[in-house]
Structure formats: C-alpha cells, structure tokens
C-alpha cells in the first residue's frame, strides 16, 4: 500500500539492495518445482534464487507460479531463459519475473537486443502488455515505475564475447554480467584440463576490471564458501552459491557413505 491508501507496484529488492552496495547472495533451482522453495531459502537466510530454463525443465506455467510468489515474499527471482530472444524475455516479464540471466551474449549488439527486449521506451522497445503479473494488475502503472524494476545480468561465454569485453559490458540497459566457465573453458580448448581453474580465473578478472570501469555489478557462481570470498572480495555483488542439486547430493552422499560404512569393531 502506498500512503494514500492505494496499492503500489511492487518493487524489486535486488535492485535496491545494489543501489546500497549490499551482497546479494542466492543458489540456483534445478531440479526444484514447488514454490515454496522459495520460503524455504527466504527463510534460510539467501537473498535471491535463480531458476534455469537453460539446461533444467521447468515449464513457463512453473515459472510463473513462482515469480507469483517471489513478489508476493519480496524476494527475487532470477531466470536464466533458454535463448536470450525477444520471445522469452517478454514471456518471462510479462509473468512478473522481475530479474533476467540472460546466456549466451557474443557481441555488442546481442547485448543492445538483450536490453531493448527488456524495457519499455524510451529505454528500449519491450512488447506492451496490458494488466498482469507483470505490473501487480495495475493499470495505471508508468513505464518507467515497470522500466526500474527489471533487473538484466547477461553472460559471456565464449572467447568472442571477451573479445568485446568493454563494448557489451558499457551496454545501457545491461544492470550486471557474469561468465559461463564450463562453456567458456570448453570453447578455450581447457575444459577438465589443468588449466581450466586459471584460465576462467583470468577471465573473471578481465570481467570485474571491465564491470568497474562502466559502473556495473558483477554476478559470479561458486561452488564453495572460500572461493565464495576470494570473489567477494574482489568486487563480486552477486553470488550464486551451489545449486539445488548440488547440495542434495553432497548432503546425501555425507550421510550414506558414513552410515553405510563396514562397522568398526
């Protein structure tokens, strides 16, 4: 409710939270498909979950569910969209989904459709919806109220999009980048190689460097705490900590490998 009694459109808390310096720490849902998950990781103490069309199955109608809820608990959700086109960016929008992950941004100009798809004029050209998800079925919404909501992290993921490393990342429009390392350090030939680990580390860097120089924020995944702060404390506002599938099976492995162990007399 805003202070005249009327109901205001929900804002994004990422994005204010990033205004104010503030890491966002959040995990990505692969397998999960009940949106109470997202209660759960509330609860636990995350700041945002991100759910991946990508490589995992969840429909748009499961999206939706849970970008319903995501406004409703105030904490954000983030989708990684299976293509970073003009069709799943104004389907993902317009069912309230407030924070973009976008895969797959090799040159300038995926980056400047990547941000026109994602707002209303005069910032971009995003498709007009009426009332929806999208506005809190507001009708009297204004674009540029629906425009500061939208939150757009794209990833670079190949050795062309480094090679327009300063271009893409200057995009207007773009809020954050991050990296693909397993399709970057397969496409740089070090894939499961002893070089793998150094090289995405170089990249990383390459990556805060050019975020600092244009004032955006820098999105990284983790798979531990201690790396978790190395990129913290090189720069890093967003972390993406493990995964739903990950942590399952790291924690269910725990428990069979020891209580299932030859007793020792």
């Not at 205004?19 to 995350?46: S, V």
């Not at 797959?104 to 994602?118: L, Y």
């Not at 460097?209 to 924020?217: Q, V």
């Amino acid at each position: 409710m805003s202070d005249n009694g009327t109901t205001a459109l929900s804002t994004n808390p990422m994005k204010a939270a990033l205004a104010r310096g503030e890491i966002q720490l959040g995990t990505w849902l692969n397998l999960a498909r009940n949106p109470a998950t997202l209660t759960l990781l509330k609860t636990a103490g995350l700041d945002y979950a991100r759910l991946d069309m990508e490589h995992s199955s969840p429909s748009i109608e499961t999206v939706a569910d849970f970008a319903i809820l995501a406004r409703a608990l105030n904490f954000p959700l983030v989708v990684r969209p299976p293509e970073g086109n003009r069709e799943w960016i104004t389907r993902l929008l317009d069912v309230g989904v407030w924070c973009l992950h976008v895969p797959q941004v090799d040159t300038p100009d995926i980056a400047r459709q990547v941000a026109q798809a994602a707002h209303y004029a005069p910032q971009g050209m995003r498709g007009m919806a009426g009332i929806g998800s999208h506005n809190d079925f507001l009708g009297g919404a204004k674009l540029d109220e629906l425009n500061q909501q939208v939150h757009v992290t794209i990833m670079l993921e190949s050795a062309e999009a480094f090679s327009h490393l300063d271009e893409i990342v200057a995009t207007p429009g773009i809020d954050a980048v991050t990296l693909g390392p397993s399709d970057l350090a397969q496409e740089l030939g070090v894939f499961g190689t002893a070089r793998e680990k150094e090289t995405v580390d170089e990249h990383r860097l390459r990556l805060i460097d050019a975020a600092r120089r244009h004032g955006k924020d820098v999105a990284m995944l983790v798979q531990n705490l201690d790396d978790a702060e190395r990129w913290i404390a090189a720069g890093v506002k967003i972390v993406a900590y493990s995964s739903d599938v990950a942590i399952l099976i790291a924690g269910y492995q725990a428990a069979a490998r020891r209580l299932k162990a030859p007793a020792r007399v």
